[in-house]
């Protein structure tokens, strides 16, 4: 017997005839006329790394909570912290918060806290940590660094879990991260989600659409409707996202100008979903052929395009009174 989980809202009723017996009997008439299409189910190694990454995912959010919880507490105590010292976890800023958690508030003692590059900025220090250090804030001040103690200890246990669960999908990983912007937490995030077969998907626009990062289609009457991408695999597009806006921050990248071309017409919150499409698609024929990325390169739509810029910039100059000849460059 071969078990079908088909999505719900491709298999309703008509309204008005809803009851157990008949649900059965539609089900059984579309199953026979091959109108269902069963739902993407992960492997169980595929599962078992899904469940660890989001739970990491999850913790890595709560500890985010408890540091803008802390900046929180530091402005209660009208001390600025935040101010001079960029990364309030980094070794000067959890060194200053031991010593506020502790009840010392001397400015002197604390600027004394600093290390590296920020040992230079003790002035700046002192003067930011002129405030009101109460008892309360800094009991605060401690739980907080608890928590956020008890939390790196289990991502850091979660990790190793995943580095050994990641081990039978090396290779896809490998190639994953060759794409720009996808780090190994990405590559292993990605992975989770989607798995390395890539033939349950019969092409670059099914695995398109089953992460909803493709254009919606509404027309009626010879007008299209505007749409949006609706809701899919929210944890693979969280990461897809992240990993989109650090592509489009790597020069010479086929990303940055495909984001810097939509954005001037389209927006950037349009941009970037541009951006993760094109990135899902090249995912696809990456664990479909096992090869790695490749990059088209920042000049790809002036390379194909070329008449359509050379006639848009003479345009130009002829509006602005210019009589233009063009010579090609001997090679």
Not at 207 to 218: D, I, K, M, T, V
Not at 249 to 257: G, L, N, P, T, V
Request: glycine share 6%; proline share 3%; with cysteine.
């Amino acid at each position: 017997m071969q078990l079908v989980v088909v999505n719900a809202r491709h298999v309703k009723m008509v309204p008005g005839r809803k009851t157990d017996v008949k649900d059965s009997e539609w089900l059984a008439q579309l199953l026979e006329c091959g109108l269902l299409r069963g739902s993407f189910v992960a492997p169980r190694a595929v599962r078992d790394l899904r469940d660890l990454t989001r739970l990491r995912k999850a913790l890595i959010r709560e500890r985010g909570h408890h540091v803008n919880r802390i900046a929180k507490t530091l402005e209660l105590a009208h001390l600025k912290l935040s101010c001079v010292v960029t990364d309030l976890m980094g070794k000067t800023g959890r060194a200053i918060l031991h010593a506020l958690s502790a009840g010392i508030d001397d400015p002197e003692r604390l600027a004394e806290c600093a290390q590296g590059a920020l040992r230079k900025k003790q002035a700046a220090l002192r003067e930011a940590l002129v405030g009101r250090l109460t008892p309360h804030y800094a009991f605060l001040l401690q739980q907080h660094l608890s928590l956020i103690d008890g939390l790196d200890a289990h991502i850091a246990t979660l990790d190793t879990r995943i580095e050994a669960a990641m081990a039978p999908f090396a290779e896809a990983a490998a190639l994953v991260q060759t794409m720009p912007g996808v780090a190994a937490r990405a590559a292993q995030a990605i992975l989770a989600e989607t798995g390395v077969d890539m033939d349950l998907f019969p092409t670059p626009a099914h695995f398109a659409s089953w992460a909803r990062l493709c254009p919606g289609n509404h027309e009626s009457a010879g007008k299209r409707q505007s749409t949006t991408t609706g809701k899919g695999a929210t944890w693979l597009r969280a990461t897809l996202q992240e990993a989109a806006w650090a592509a489009v921050r790597s020069k010479k990248s086929y990303y940055r100008a495909l984001y810097h071309r939509l954005k001037a017409r389209r927006g950037a919150k349009k941009a970037i979903v541009a951006v993760q499409h094109a990135m899902i698609v090249a995912l696809w024929h990456m664990l479909k052929h096992r090869v790695a990325h490749h990059d088209l390169g920042a000049d790809y739509f002036d390379r194909r395009h070329t008449a359509r810029i050379r006639r848009h910039h003479v345009r130009r100059l002829e509006q602005l009174g210019y009589d233009v000849v063009l010579v090609e460059k001997a090679a």
